[in-house]
């Protein structure tokens, strides 16, 4: 499935919008997909990331997933990384699939990050390498394979000898939003790192995957988040029903004292009460929101639509 | 501390630096365990060629083979077997498979926990590096909760002698190990060509293996779904593609496991079933030999066509057990050998008994040192087993290749291993004419046993070097192989009998074709076995009719008799048309022409082709068939691959032998398949077939036209038909169209006639499970048969044989709905809806 991704001069800055990011935001967010099929498929199986992990900054208080037709198997486990994860199977034949996840959760500001005070990065790769924690956010993954010249050129520009991690994150972080175009037409899911970087256009699964494959060039652990963000209408217009997309950004290893920092390369900024996370790990194929394999179907389409809303939760 | 598993050293201390004699001490004795084999005579030289021929032929003719991937053709090559194998003492074999028994239970329990808690990595015996950072280390597989025990059912262990007389363990094998199916066939050729030898030596008897093997995996079921009480247990192959495929039909042939492919297989409440004519069968037991991340393309490698969707999904809930367990290649990683050691105190409290070939993981600091002072010395290999196989041998390297590597495991120092390069015992191999010493890798299978135990093979596969240079020692490089004998102390002491050994012989794995459930794919590949072998038996008819009348001896009229054989060549797309509509007067020219272009291989209308299709579709159901079929095919695709001559006289020599096997096919089909589903749909291909190309006939030999036909083509139609004796005998007066036409279209009690076929397949088809409308409008059996019924009327109608222009329309509507009949019974019994990911 293709995973649209919100437009980057959507996030409107402002005074109003600072204060909002330092209080915790509640949420209620729905995931609707759609599968449409030209041939009945006789059966279905899926594996869901489509609930919302808890952490430290984020509260989940009840999240649901809604499987039509209904599935006649559903089971929920944790994977590896922790995410919560769901399996369903159902053997009913059918020519529409739909899949709802509706979310309830709260988002915590995260605590101040000082980017200038994070170890020089040399400290942080050399750390990595062997702390089960982190080492296997160092190696290449599906999506991510082995960096080529090209990117491990364009990694170590932002990362000079004895450059603080967090200051050469950012940096690599703002870059990318400034330097490349979001450009849903210009990518598919199976789109290389290479071309990306060639091409400077892409979605924010693009820019995540660039820029995780351009840390863990450097030997620096990243990983891929999938998730939400919330937007504001343009001035003076209402926010239009299920406008919302699935989002994706990058989480980087600072060290042990700050740990793992959220930046999204789409917006060039870190994440904050505006992110909702639903699930992390090496890359977009350990997090995939709904995949599936089914029997039959000839042809198929697929619609999205995300809502991301606050709720007042005073 | 290791102990050294070797016979006392005998050698003398001067001749170290060469490599075991595996037969010979340093001093030039042959060593005690040899001394039978060599005093039956079995290693004289003028013996040996003919054994060598004798083992070859058997070797052929059983279709052992295995692929090469490299090879573009995909063509399966002959197993290169040794005719001398090697042989172990029992007394040393006890010590090595003492050492494997621990080191299995190692690894089970290894495994065990690191998909599971993982102490091994929080208590710091492993480094995470090793496992987190191995491909191979499935997370989905991560928490799958199995019993204790039940990790690892078979395992493969490499293994060389060092000079010392030390085996060493070079790797290990605990994904979907192959070789107990090659080392099984090495015996049963072994045993027959040099069956004195193996009389006189006492050697131990592989069978009570394979019924453990079987036992084991019978216990493992989490439950019985079979007919009576028993489990159902299958074997999972990635198909005919894959380079062991032979033995993986071998082996569940062997075993009595249904022979499977991914798509057989459909997972449904969390439980897996097999797909077969009669509906979903649930199983309980997968033997597999599809690759863990190929397994399930729901949560392993998306891409994969091979495996089940949702099949861990099935483990996970306890409903199916899949023997090796999902994940466990990761033991067979490399870089694990540097802490056997230390994982065999900590794990089992107990000092390992197998020595290891020191190795060097780039991983570790302290590994990586020893491992840059080796580079001009050590053997270099990827660390896991997902970074593939390519070695590179530190003593080869020039100084740019040797700066090249130093880099790369700069680079990228985890992914890289080194191992000591040992220098391989030696034996006798047989080549060119006369012995010569190359040297040998031990592949040696372990084996759960129900009681939490293990068991090792009294025997195994020795491979052998391609040449004197101790290369990585692969079935894809092209190395030869050797049975491995275990000798028993005393000569000539009585067999020792176990119970089961009269179950599953040694020298006769052959237990008959499978008759239990047949997966769908099977019965779709059965039927076009019956349809290529009956359109290659047409070609060959067609082929010798007309070779026949460009020799010699010719009878008269024959050449008039070209035309219309010539006309049906370019009808059934064997030579082009310009070719086959030339007037009579060019009809020698043009068939001698037309002779030309089907001799040539690459024409893809040619015998050839349609034999490569044939061997194609049965080597898919080699399980089904009887064993002489697949030896017939062998054969027969060994006489069609040899160039084909175009001159008549010689070419005749051959179609007559190439249609002499095919006979016998149809002789196997009749006595020697017993009647269940699997012959049926062998049959329905052959019949349906057949009346399709005796429809072609009539419209290649220019009756559908509605022209009266000429008494040539007649005349032909009869001889394709074997029918001219047939005819004679009841119309003396000569070739006449009523009676030619009625014969041909109606008489039933012609086995070449279209009423015939047309009734087999009729009688056939009411035996088929019938298939329900299912979203469909009417059944497609019931279709079928409803189309069948009008084929009948059609033919018993004797108007066509009068009226030229009813004939026509007869073969027109004929050539429409035979056709339709095949495809239906596709669509009933063989339609594959294959898995896609979205």
């Known amino acids: 499935m293709s995973l649209p991704a919100r437009r980057k001069d959507d996030a409107v800055d402002g005074e109003a919008m600072a204060a909002a990011a330092r209080r915790p935001v509640r949420y209620k967010c729905t995931h609707v997909t759609r599968y449409h099929y030209g041939d009945t498929v006789i059966s279905a199986h899926m594996l869901a990331h489509l609930a919302p992990r808890a952490h430290p900054r984020q509260t989940n208080h009840n999240s649901t997933l809604t499987i039509i037709p209904w599935p006649g198997v559903v089971t929920g486990r944790s994977d590896w990384f922790g995410n919560p994860v769901t399996y369903a199977a159902l053997h009913t034949p059918h020519r529409e699939l739909k899949v709802t996840a509706e979310i309830d959760v709260t988002v915590s500001p995260p605590p101040p990050f000082t980017p200038d005070a994070t170890p020089g990065w040399e400290d942080v790769a050399a750390q990595a390498a062997s702390l089960a924690e982190t080492l296997e956010f160092v190696r290449p993954s599906a999506r991510v394979p082995l960096a080529d010249t090209a990117l491990t050129l364009f990694a170590a520009g932002f990362f000079p000898p004895g450059q603080r991690v967090g200051t050469g994150a950012m940096d690599l972080t703002r870059r990318i939003h400034d330097d490349f175009s979001f450009d849903p037409t210009a990518t598919t899911v199976s789109t290389p790192i290479s071309e990306v970087l060639t091409r400077r256009r892409g979605v924010c699964q693009d820019f995540a995957h660039l820029m995780i494959g351009a840390l863990r060039a450097l030997g620096l652990p990243a990983r891929y988040v999938s998730g939400y963000l919330r937007t504001l209408p343009p001035p003076g217009k209402e926010k239009l029903k299920g406008a919302d997309a699935s989002h994706a950004w990058v989480q980087v290893w600072c060290g042990e004292a700050d740990g793992w920092i959220d930046l999204d390369p789409t917006n060039g900024r870190q994440c904050d009460t505006d992110h909702v996370t639903l699930a992390w790990g090496r890359d977009y194929d350990d997090v995939c929101p709904l995949r599936g394999v089914i029997m039959g179907g000839g042809g198929h389409g697929v619609l999205v639509a995300v809502d991301v809303e606050p709720v007042d939760d005073r | 501390m290791t102990y050294a598993l070797a016979e006392p050293s005998r050698d003398s201390a001067d001749t170290r630096d060469e490599p075991w004699d595996e037969m010979v001490t340093g001093d030039g004795h042959v060593r005690a365990h040899w001394q039978g084999f060599i005093s039956s005579g079995a290693a004289d030289g003028a013996s040996m060629a003919e054994r060598w021929d004798a083992g070859r032929r058997l070797l052929f003719q059983n279709g052992v083979t295995y692929h090469a991937y490299a090879d573009p053709q995909g063509v399966e090559r002959p197993w290169p077997l040794d005719p001398i194998p090697l042989l172990l003492p029992q007394s040393e074999w006890h010590m090595i498979a003492e050492g494997l028994r621990q080191r299995a239970r190692l690894l089970d329990r290894v495994l065990a926990d690191l998909y599971g808690e993982q102490t091994l990595l929080r208590d710091g015996v492993l480094p995470p590096a090793l496992v987190l950072g191995d491909p191979g280390f499935l997370r989905a597989c991560h928490g799958l909760n199995l019993p204790a025990g039940s990790r690892l059912t078979l395992i493969a262990t490499d293994m060389v002698r060092d000079r010392d007389g030390i085996w060493r363990v070079l790797a290990s094998r605990t994904q979907a190990p192959t070789g107990t199916g090659y080392t099984l066939e090495n015996r049963v050729v072994m045993s027959q060509t040099l069956a004195e030898a193996f009389r006189g030596c006492n050697v131990e008897r592989l069978s009570p293996f394979f019924e453990q093997l079987r036992q084991t995996l019978i216990n493992?079921?989490?439950?019985?779904?079979?007919?009576?009480?028993?489990?159902?247990?299958?074997?999972?192959?990635?198909?005919?593609?894959?380079?062991?495929?032979?033995?993986?039909?071998?082996?569940?042939?062997?075993?009595?496991?249904?022979?499977?492919?991914?798509?057989?297989?459909?997972?449904?409440?969390?439980?897996?079933?097999?797909?077969?004519?009669?509906?979903?069968?649930?199983?309980?037991?997968?033997?597999?030999?599809?690759?863990?991340?190929?397994?399930?393309?729901?949560?392993?490698?998306?891409?994969?066509?091979?495996?089940?969707?949702?099949?861990?999904?099935?483990?996970?809930?306890?409903?199916?057990?899949?023997?090796?367990?999902?994940?466990?290649?990761?033991?067979?990683?490399?870089?694990?050998?540097?802490?056997?050691?230390?994982?065999?105190?900590?794990?089992?409290?107990?000092?390992?008994?197998?020595?290891?070939?020191?190795?060097?993981?780039?991983?570790?600091?302290?590994?990586?040192?020893?491992?840059?002072?080796?580079?001009?010395?050590?053997?270099?290999?990827?660390?896991?087993?997902?970074?593939?196989?390519?070695?590179?041998?530190?003593?080869?390297?020039?100084?740019?290749?040797?700066?090249?590597?130093?880099?790369?495991?700069?680079?990228?120092?985890?992914?890289?291993?080194?191992?000591?390069?040992?220098?391989?015992?030696?034996?006798?191999?047989?080549?060119?004419?006369?012995?010569?010493?190359?040297?040998?890798?031990?592949?040696?299978?372990?084996?759960?046993?129900?009681?939490?135990?293990?068991?090792?093979?009294?025997?195994?596969?020795?491979?052998?070097?391609?040449?004197?240079?101790?290369?990585?020692?692969?079935?894809?490089?092209?190395?030869?192989?050797?049975?491995?004998?275990?000798?028993?102390?005393?000569?000539?002491?009585?067999?020792?009998?176990?119970?089961?050994?009269?179950?599953?012989?040694?020298?006769?794995?052959?237990?008959?074709?499978?008759?239990?459930?047949?997966?769908?794919?099977?019965?779709?590949?059965?039927?076009?076995?019956?349809?290529?072998?009956?359109?290659?038996?047409?070609?060959?008819?067609?082929?010798?009719?007309?070779?026949?009348?460009?020799?010699?001896?010719?009878?008269?009229?024959?050449?008039?008799?070209?035309?219309?054989?010539?006309?049906?060549?370019?009808?059934?797309?064997?030579?082009?048309?310009?070719?086959?509509?030339?007037?009579?007067?060019?009809?020698?020219?043009?068939?001698?022409?037309?002779?030309?272009?089907?001799?040539?291989?690459?024409?893809?209308?040619?015998?050839?082709?349609?034999?490569?299709?044939?061997?194609?579709?049965?080597?898919?159901?080699?399980?089904?068939?009887?064993?002489?079929?697949?030896?017939?095919?062998?054969?027969?695709?060994?006489?069609?691959?040899?160039?084909?001559?175009?001159?008549?006289?010689?070419?005749?020599?051959?179609?007559?032998?190439?249609?002499?096997?095919?006979?016998?096919?149809?002789?196997?089909?009749?006595?020697?398949?017993?009647?269940?589903?699997?012959?049926?749909?062998?049959?329905?291909?052959?019949?349906?077939?057949?009346?399709?190309?005796?429809?072609?006939?009539?419209?290649?030999?220019?009756?559908?036209?509605?022209?009266?036909?000429?008494?040539?083509?007649?005349?032909?139609?009869?001889?394709?038909?074997?029918?001219?004796?047939?005819?004679?005998?009841?119309?003396?007066?000569?070739?006449?169209?009523?009676?030619?036409?009625?014969?041909?279209?109606?008489?039933?009690?012609?086995?070449?006639?279209?009423?015939?076929?047309?009734?087999?397949?009729?009688?056939?088809?009411?035996?088929?499970?019938?298939?329900?409308?299912?979203?469909?409008?009417?059944?497609?059996?019931?279709?079928?048969?409803?189309?069948?019924?009008?084929?009948?009327?059609?033919?018993?109608?004797?108007?066509?044989?009068?009226?030229?222009?009813?004939?026509?329309?007869?073969?027109?509507?004929?050539?429409?709905?035979?056709?339709?009949?095949?495809?239906?019974?596709?669509?009933?019994?063989?339609?594959?809806?294959?898995?896609?990911?979205?």
Not at chain 2, 741 to 765: C, G, M, N, W
Request: glycine share 10%; with cysteine; proline share 7%.
């Open chain 2, 220 to 838: 493992l079921a989490p439950r019985c779904s079979g007919p009576d009480g028993c489990p159902r247990l299958v074997l999972l192959t990635p198909g005919p593609l894959n380079e062991a495929y032979f033995e993986h039909a071998f082996l569940a042939r062997h075993l009595g496991l249904t022979l499977v492919e991914g798509a057989d297989l459909t997972v449904r409440d969390q439980a897996v079933y097999l797909k077969t004519l009669g509906g979903l069968e649930r199983i309980d037991v997968i033997l597999r030999r599809v690759d863990d991340d190929f397994c399930d393309p729901l949560e392993l490698r998306p891409d994969s066509i091979l495996g089940v969707p949702g099949l861990l999904e099935a483990v996970r809930a306890g409903n199916v057990m899949v023997c090796n367990s999902l994940g466990s290649g990761l033991t067979d990683s490399v870089a694990l050998i540097p802490w056997m050691g230390s994982l065999s105190r900590h794990v089992l409290g107990e000092a390992p008994l197998l020595a290891d070939v020191p190795t060097y993981w780039g991983g570790d600091a302290r590994q990586r040192a020893e491992m840059v002072a080796g580079l001009d010395r050590l053997v270099f290999r990827p660390a896991f087993s997902s970074l593939g196989h390519r070695t590179s041998f530190g003593a080869e390297l020039d100084h740019a290749a040797r700066t090249e590597l130093a880099a790369s495991i700069r680079r990228r120092p985890q992914d890289w291993v080194a191992q000591e390069p040992i220098v391989p015992s030696t034996a006798p191999v047989w080549r060119d004419g006369r012995k010569v010493a190359r040297p040998l890798v031990l592949r040696a299978f372990t084996c759960a046993t129900p009681d939490g135990d293990w068991t090792i093979m009294p025997g195994g596969l020795a491979r052998i070097s391609a040449d004197e240079r101790f290369a990585s020692v692969t079935l894809q490089t092209g190395a030869g192989a050797k049975d491995v004998w275990i000798v028993g102390a005393t000569i000539g002491q009585p067999q020792r009998r176990r119970g089961s050994a009269a179950m599953m012989p040694d020298g006769g794995g052959d237990t008959g074709p499978r008759t239990g459930d047949l997966p769908s794919r099977a019965a779709d590949h059965l039927f076009w076995v019956g349809r290529y072998a009956e359109r290659a038996d047409a070609a060959v008819r067609t082929l010798r009719a007309a070779a026949r009348r460009l020799t010699d001896d010719a009878h008269p009229g024959a050449e008039e008799e070209l035309v219309p054989l010539l006309r049906l060549m370019g009808f059934t797309g064997m030579i082009p048309m310009e070719i086959s509509g030339l007037p009579q007067a060019d009809a020698v020219r043009g068939m001698r022409q037309a002779l030309e272009i089907v001799a040539d291989p690459a024409n893809p209308g040619g015998l050839r082709a349609t034999m490569d299709r044939l061997r194609r579709a049965a080597s898919g159901v080699r399980d089904r068939l009887p064993g002489e079929f697949s030896r017939v095919l062998t054969v027969l695709g060994d006489v069609a691959s040899q160039p084909l001559k175009a001159e008549p006289a010689t070419m005749q020599l051959r179609l007559d032998e190439v249609s002499r096997l095919l006979a016998s096919l149809i002789g196997l089909e009749l006595d020697g398949m017993s009647r269940g589903p699997a012959w049926r749909f062998l049959v329905l291909g052959r019949r349906l077939e057949r009346a399709i190309g005796i429809v072609g006939a009539f419209n290649g030999c220019g009756l559908g036209s509605g022209t009266a036909g000429t008494v040539a083509s007649l005349s032909v139609l009869l001889e394709l038909a074997a029918a001219g004796a047939a005819y004679r005998d009841q119309h003396p007066v000569g070739i006449r169209r009523e009676p030619v036409l009625s014969l041909l279209l109606a008489d039933d009690d012609h086995p070449r006639s279209l009423a015939f076929q047309i009734k087999t397949v009729q009688r056939q088809l009411v035996k088929l499970p019938p298939i329900d409308a299912e979203g469909l409008a009417v059944s497609p059996t019931k279709l079928a048969n409803d189309l069948l019924e009008t084929a009948a009327g059609m033919v018993a109608d004797p108007q066509p044989t009068r009226d030229p222009t009813a004939l026509a329309d007869l073969t027109d509507r004929l050539g429409r709905l035979l056709p339709e009949i095949s495809n239906l019974l596709s669509q009933a019994y063989f339609s594959h809806v294959f898995a896609r990911t979205t």
